[in-house]
């Protein structure tokens, strides 16, 4: 889809972005951040709920929907839209990441990745067009390409090699997107920039790929252990060197300031499975820092979790919330998830409204100051 982004605002103080991406199923204004529901579902909340807290767009996972229900299954009953009863755009990731997290049930080829099931042990394979195919049939609004994902630490060589193994994958995926009326059709493929710590190799990754002019791009392999600052300096290794008419999206992470850092490198999109994981949990976050639930002091509190955060948890008090965590009551989880997951998608509407007034720069260090202070004060 030709001219699917524009680019609405730079910030004068840092390299963040305003921007505005247009898809198949919607409108997605960035920054933004994507509720993850690998397997068809944002765990313990329904798309109503998605909705109601302003959610844009939501992840599903191509190795897990096509491990069950199926791809095809989904495809003749209308897609994975339909199937889930979410009418907004979807973004799959292609399965590149178990190829990292599932490390003793694959096997590297440069055809692709032969893997072991993780439920029962049979054997599949994702290459490219495995990959691209599975994802037509989901209907998915923006495919990832497969790819390598390095470990951390990683020998150079070995991080070489993956780059080139990803590059050769991205470029199959782009041609049988082609092919195959993929992206004639609207739906938009991304591209992964590797590289692991090595600033020279994801520079080279990075204008290999952008010379193959993709809808989108993603910065891969980070957050697969290293310190943040390692992380962050990745990022911004990585970042200068993708097209500015295009989507930058960091993939699997992080935490509210590490967002609120990177948009200030220049990425536009982020997903995470933390703040619904940790709800699960009894963890909830705030401006001033992470809350646990469970600790006394909230026993008879009878406050919200944050003030002027409106939505369906809201009308819920600490004390209430804190006695279904320790009660193992499924209702904490819808709760808190719709709590951590709106306040995630506030903070990147904060963002949003800071760089259309100009002050991003001061606005994001200010907020992550109070944070911080906050969380070590708790």
Same mark, same amino acid.
């Given at each position: 889809?030709?001219?699917?982004?524009?680019?609405?605002?730079?910030?004068?103080?840092?390299?963040?972005?305003?921007?505005?991406?247009? *898809?198949?199923?919607?409108?997605?204004?960035?920054?933004?951040?994507?509720?993850?529901?690998?397997?068809?579902?944002?765990?313990?909340?329904?798309?109503? %709920?998605? %909705?109601?807290?302003?959610?844009?767009?939501?992840?599903?996972?191509?190795? %897990?929907?096509?491990?069950?229900?199926?791809?095809?299954?989904?495809?003749?009953?209308?897609?994975?839209?339909?199937?889930?009863?979410?009418?907004? #755009?979807?973004?799959?990731?292609?399965?590149?990441?178990?190829?990292?997290?599932?490390?003793?049930?694959?096997?590297?080829?440069?055809?692709?990745?032969?893997?072991?099931?993780?439920?029962?042990?049979?054997?599949?394979?994702?290459?490219?067009?495995?990959?691209?195919?599975?994802?037509?049939?989901?209907?998915?609004?923006?495919?990832?390409?497969?790819?390598?994902?390095?470990?951390?630490?990683?020998?150079?060589?070995?991080?070489?090699?993956?780059?080139?193994?990803?590059?050769?994958?991205?470029?199959?995926?782009?041609?049988?997107?082609?092919?195959?009326?993929?992206?004639?059709?609207?739906?938009?493929?991304?591209?992964?920039?590797?590289?692991?710590?090595?600033?020279?190799?994801?520079?080279?990754?990075?204008?290999?790929?952008?010379?193959?002019?993709?809808?989108?791009?993603?910065?891969?392999?980070?957050?697969?252990?290293?310190?943040?600052?390692?992380?962050?300096?990745?990022?911004?290794?990585?970042?200068?060197?993708?097209?500015?008419?295009?989507?930058?999206?960091?993939?699997?992470?992080?935490?509210?300031?590490?967002?609120?850092?990177?948009?200030? &490198?220049?990425?536009?999109?982020?997903?995470?499975? &933390? #703040?619904?994981?940790?709800?699960?949990?009894?963890?909830?976050?705030?401006?001033?820092?992470?809350?646990?639930?469970?600790?006394?002091?909230?026993?008879?509190?009878?406050?919200?979790?944050?003030?002027?955060?409106?939505?369906?948890?809201?009308?819920?008090?600490?004390?209430?919330?804190?006695?279904?965590?320790?009660?193992?009551?499924?209702?904490?989880? *819808?709760?808190?998830?719709?709590?951590? &997951?709106?306040?995630?998608?506030?903070?990147?509407?904060?963002?949003?409204?800071? &760089?259309?007034?100009?002050?991003?720069?001061?606005?994001?260090?200010?907020?992550?100051?109070?944070?911080?202070?906050?969380?070590?004060?708790?």
């Amino acid at each position: 889809m030709a001219g699917h982004f524009d680019l609405l605002k730079a910030d004068s103080a840092t390299a963040a972005r305003r921007g505005r991406l247009r *898809t198949r199923h919607g409108v997605i204004e960035t920054p933004i951040f994507m509720p993850v529901g690998t397997q068809g579902t944002v765990k313990s909340i329904t798309p109503t %709920h998605l %909705h109601e807290i302003g959610a844009q767009i939501i992840l599903g996972n191509t190795y %897990h929907l096509n491990l069950r229900p199926g791809s095809e299954l989904i495809r003749d009953l209308g897609g994975l839209h339909k199937f889930m009863g979410w009418n907004g #755009p979807i973004l799959t990731d292609s399965g590149g990441f178990q190829v990292f997290s599932l490390a003793k049930l694959r096997d590297i080829k440069d055809e692709g990745v032969a893997f072991q099931s993780h439920l029962d042990g049979a054997k599949l394979f994702l290459g490219p067009r495995e990959v691209m195919t599975i994802q037509q049939n989901l209907g998915s609004d923006i495919a990832m390409v497969i790819d390598e994902c390095p470990p951390w630490p990683c020998e150079r060589d070995a991080c070489a090699k993956a780059v080139a193994r990803s590059y050769r994958w991205a470029k199959q995926c782009r041609e049988i997107a082609t092919d195959n009326g993929f992206l004639a059709a609207g739906h938009h493929v991304f591209a992964i920039v590797q590289g692991s710590t090595f600033d020279d190799l994801r520079r080279e990754a990075a204008e290999s790929l952008a010379a193959l002019d993709f809808p989108g791009y993603a910065v891969g392999g980070v957050s697969v252990g290293e310190p943040e600052p390692e992380m962050l300096k990745q990022v911004g290794a990585t970042t200068p060197f993708l097209p500015a008419d295009k989507p930058r999206y960091t993939m699997g992470l992080g935490t509210p300031t590490q967002i609120l850092k990177m948009i200030a &490198l220049g990425v536009d999109m982020f997903d995470c499975v &933390l #703040p619904t994981r940790v709800a699960r949990n009894g963890l909830v976050f705030t401006p001033d820092g992470p809350m646990n639930l469970r600790n006394e002091r909230y026993r008879t509190d009878p406050k919200p979790i944050v003030e002027g955060l409106n939505n369906y948890t809201a009308n819920f008090s600490r004390a209430y919330l804190r006695h279904l965590t320790l009660a193992g009551e499924i209702l904490s989880c *819808t709760l808190l998830t719709i709590h951590n &997951l709106h306040f995630y998608l506030d903070l990147m509407a904060q963002a949003r409204a800071h &760089l259309e007034a100009g002050d991003y720069g001061s606005w994001h260090r200010e907020w992550i100051a109070r944070y911080e202070a906050g969380a070590t004060a708790r």
